[in-house]
């Protein structure tokens, strides 16, 4: 089996388990040229979810389950990503327009006029930039576990696997995709990796080991941590947000490597900004809660 046939059908494997009705397509872009994949699923007002970093559209598989007859979802693989085409970030002149060209035009691609946001990470990180840059196109905005660098400065492990280099020898030693350690990989990520179906676990190997996806992993975080003076990410951007109009809830697990207090710190630059903490959850906190998750972004959604 092909790298590529081993993730589609990890992929489909992992959807079919939590019920869900996604469906998978592919959608051309002219700027940045790419061909990119997405999942859709539901139907009514569309939500576009962003996945963080070094992963991809069908870890939102349990919130497409328990949101699909509520709304309806689009989650693309993120360049380099999943089955979406590759990229290289060193080559890209500026991360944050790159960023913001290649929602546009997704959102174009998709014949989605105005959407509402979700994102985790770096996705939400991409969603409230993406706000900033075009407020007209954004109903509401959820950002699930840390959007990137929320703090006023970039934590160890992100300035060392930002190195180049050095994130290279660690990738191809300790931190090299195995998939009997998946679930010790992910416990950084989730406050209960043992919770985490095999099909999860495939899905997760599959994905680390398509051919591209360690370089757009690691360029990626070369070019965020590099790109910006410090304070950098969603720290630099505080002020800007002041000038955000639109709701926005965090959700963030009180195990999330970022504490919560920075999503509270970031709650008194937005105008009409909420913070949820979860007990005994991690950075992606609708692995570890699904069910609580669901019912606030849920609710969140139909105010």
Known sequence: MTDAAAFIDAQARLLAESGS???SR???LATPAMRVHVLEAGRGAPVVMIHGGNSVAAAWERLFAALQDDVHVFAPDRPGCGLTDGVDYRRVLSFRDHSLAFLDALLDALGLARVSLIGNSIGGWWSLAYALAHPERV???VCLGEPAASGSRIQTRHRILATPGLNALLYATALRPRRNSMRAQLRGLV???ERL???FLDLAYAAATLPGARIAWTSMIERFV???S?????FAMREQLRALPHP??????DRDGCPPRWGAELCRYLPAASLEVLPDAGHLPWLDEPARVAELVRAFLRR
């Not at 410090?230 to 969603?234: I, L, R, V």
């Not at 926005?248 to 697990?253: A, E, I, N, P």
């Open 230 to 234: 410090a304070p950098c990410g969603t």
């Open 248 to 253: 926005v809830l965090f959700v963030w697990g």
């Open 21 to 23: 009705d996604a469906t």
């Open 197 to 199: 179906s095999e099909a």
């Open 191 to 193: 406050a209960h990796p």
């Open 139 to 141: 109903e509401r905005i």
């Open 26 to 28: 592919f959608v051309t």
């Open 226 to 228: 590099s790109g910006f």
